[in-house]
């Protein structure tokens, strides 16, 4: 049983971090096997194929961090009045840290591999996340609505996704940013200290005026043809 349980754990390393640093597509079960040093056939054993191996390598994040804000979440929904973006955003602080005792890095590397499964396409994540976590989500999706009551549904589907690409790409750079900050601004920053910099700017974007995006496309073809 230990063999079998450290034989999981090795495929299961070996794969997120090759997956967080090159992406699902370009990584193959081989150079996942090289890495772990087990057989492939250990992969198809404990994981049957590649689709569930890197939702196995999310899902031991996610056992973590969605009870915590499935909890979070329905706290502020239970509230006579509607809360602030503020108070939405910020109870995703302590539930991403705690991501660190899973792994070394842990927060860093879950948002790394959260932006891969967007970025490579992988339609199966979608199914499993709706699946498994769609009541948590949607209760998120309340109470951005909740706060933001002017914003059409159509364009809060884009403010979170906006959102998820800069806390990604943020957290992906996050070393650099550190050392930068250190270096420019005389200015120590650990992980936590990003994301709470980061929350102030995701409220403000997420809750900010809406474009008039109809206006821009019909004037458009207008402009190109007076040649400005």
């Known amino acids: 049983m230990a063999s079998k349980h450290s034989t999981q ?22 150079q996942i096997t090289s890495l772990a040093e087990v057989n492939l056939a250990s992969v198809n054993y404990h994981f049957g194929s590649k689709k ?15 009870p915590r804000l499935d909890q979070e979440f329905t706290r502020l929904l239970a509230t006579r009045q509607p809360n602030s973006l ?14 660190n005792k899973v792994h070394q890095n842990g927060t860093r590397i879950f948002l790394q591999l959260l932006g891969r499964g967007y970025t ?3 339609g199966h994540l979608r199914w499993f996340f709706n699946q498994n976590y769609g009541r948590v989500l949607d209760k998120l999706v309340q109470l951005v609505q909740q706060a933001c009551p002017d914003l059409p549904a159509s364009e809060l589907f884009w403010r979170l996704h906006f959102s998820l690409g800069t806390v990604v790409f943020t957290m992906a750079s996050n070393e650099a940013l550190a050392e930068i900050a250190e270096a420019d601004f005389n200015e120590k920053v650990d992980i936590e200290g990003v994301i709470l910099r980061l929350l102030p700017y995701l409220s403000a974007a997420i809750a900010a005026p809406v474009p008039q995006v109809a206006h821009i496309s019909q004037t458009a073809p207008m402009l190109a043809s007076e040649g400005r």
């Open 52 to 66: 569930e191996l890197i939702q196995a390598v999310l899902q031991r994040y996610l056992l973590v961090l969605m």
């Open 120 to 122: 490579d396409v992988q």
């Open 9 to 30: 754990h090795k495929i299961l390393d070996a794969a997120q971090n090759l997956f967080a640093e090159t992406g699902f597509n370009d990584t193959s079960l081989r």
């Open 86 to 99: 503020a108070q939405v955003l910020s109870v995703f602080v302590k539930p991403l840290l705690e991501l």
